[in-house]
Structure formats: C-alpha cells, structure tokens
C-alpha cells in the first residue's frame, strides 16, 4: 500500500528552492511521486513505505538545505 505525507517545507523562496527540494525527494528508493508547490510551501510525497519512511524522507530534505515546519 502506497502512503502520502504532505511535507511543510521552510526556507524555498523560488522555482529552483522546488525543483532542488524535488530532485532530492525523488532520488530517495521508493519516491514515487513527488509535487512541490511553493506558495503554499508544501512538498506531498507518495512512497511506498517497505522501501522507505517518513525520516527518510525529512532528512532528504534538510540535506538539501530546506526545513520542516513544526506546530503550525
Ligand atoms: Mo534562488 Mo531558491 O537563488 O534558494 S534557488 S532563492
């Protein structure tokens, strides 16, 4: 079964902040679809959870540089 998690991104500002946070979110194994929307600053991720997991997926994202939003 396919799990999606909608990700608060912090620190993307322009259309290469998305395709950055793209590009490392689809190279974790079992990325299988990823949109990043920057006014909303949401990245929604759908993998499949025998492959991979949601810290994966965060520390993907702060490799890149960006954050994770918390208690909003
Ligand atoms: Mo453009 Mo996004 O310099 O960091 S890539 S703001």
């Known amino acids: 079964k396919k799990q999606?998690?909608?990700l608060p991104i912090t620190g993307m500002?322009?259309?290469n902040c998305v395709a950055t946070v793209e590009?490392?979110?689809k190279k974790e194994k079992g990325v299988e679809h990823v949109a990043v929307?920057?006014?909303s600053e949401?990245?929604?991720v759908i993998?499949?959870?025998t492959l991979t997991r949601l810290d994966a997926?965060?520390?993907r994202v702060?490799?890149?540089g960006y954050g994770i939003a918390t208690g909003e």
Do not use: H, I
Request: with cysteine.
């Open 13 to 15: 500002t322009c259309a």
């Open 47 to 49: 993998f499949d959870p």
């Open 37 to 39: 929307n920057l006014a």
């Open 57 to 59: 997926l965060v520390a």
């Open 4 to 6: 999606q998690v909608v």
């Open 42 to 44: 949401r990245a929604t």
């Open 62 to 64: 702060e490799r890149a």
């Open 23 to 25: 590009r490392n979110l």
